[in-house]
């Protein structure tokens, strides 16, 4: 059964976690595990991982999977009732009322509820990382992603600090949107860093992101004065950042900060893979109404 954690490890540091993905090529050189943290400040309209923003763990229904059998309603209306059907057969769960307690998880018969989130410490985490460890040596590694890694500052220094102590290349994907010591105590057990650059425009990013771009811009500098290797990763969203003017702004940013030799940048198109998730955290997609990208454009 699901539980909170009580924090039995006063020296440990504990973190949530989405997922701890192993065998992953996307997130970095070689083979890599990859550490998902939960929480994220911003509110990409395009972000992939919809489960990832909220910091707390949380339930996931996926309706695909349910057979409107009913069993749940049955289960929560014993605990908290937060969970109904309405007469279309349709379960809808009412997630103020939710203490994601993982009982209409554990009766679910066609395993249509999960729960995403969990309280992990740096010692639960290095023990999966570790069971890899004869693959990173050809040139993988771990990444620490997210959500965004500065929302749980101490516990991926942490997870890194341990890894460069093993001899484990590390990677550090973040927005930047987090505090610039902190970020700087990372970069520190940091090989690579994969940063995210999105509208450089102040106004046009709170607009779009939701929240402003200061810190992110000051932690730019950060970063290009740390020296770590870097990837400015930059996702082409149709009517959102390509055009001209942010395209022009973060080339002139990144001569400004001097790494235009040695910076690389990453253009992610945009793509609708996590568009199903919203629904299972019980959330709209923001953009459905933003099309593909075009050959001639990217």
Known sequence: M?????NYY????????????????????????TVFVKG???????????????????????????THCGTCVKTCSDIENAVSMDDAGAIHIDREKCTVCGACVETCPSKALSITGEEKTTDEV????????VYYEDGGGVTCSGGEILAQ???????????????IHTNADTSGYGNSEAF?????????????VKVL?????????????????????????????TVLRYPVVPGMTDDDANIDAIADTVKKL?????????????????????ASVGMVYPIPDVPDNTAENL
């Open 2 to 6: 699901f539980y909170k954690r009580k």
């Open 10 to 33: 006063m020296s440990e540091i504990v973190g949530t976690v989405f997922n701890v993905q192993r065998y992953s090529i996307d997130d970095g050189p070689g083979i890599r595990t």
């Open 40 to 66: 994220c400040p911003l509110r990409c309209p395009w972000c992939s991982n919809p489960e990832s923003q909220n910091p707390h763990p949380e339930l996931l229904y996926r309706y695909t999977a349910c």
């Open 126 to 133: 290095m023990k999966t990382v570790l069971r890899d460890e």
């Open 153 to 167: 500052p101490e516990f991926v220094e942490e997870i890194f600090r341990r890894c460069k102590e093993r001899g």
């Open 184 to 196: 700087r105590k990372i970069l520190d057990v940091s090989d690579l860093c994969y940063f995210d």
């Open 201 to 229: 425009d102040p106004e046009r990013h709170k607009e779009i992101i939701g929240v402003p771009n200061d810190l992110i811009m000051a932690n730019m500098k950060v970063l290009a004065d740390s020296g770590v290797q």
């Open 258 to 278: 001097g790494r235009q030799d040695d910076w690389v940048v990453n253009i992610l198109p945009y793509h609708r893979y996590g568009e199903n998730k919203y």
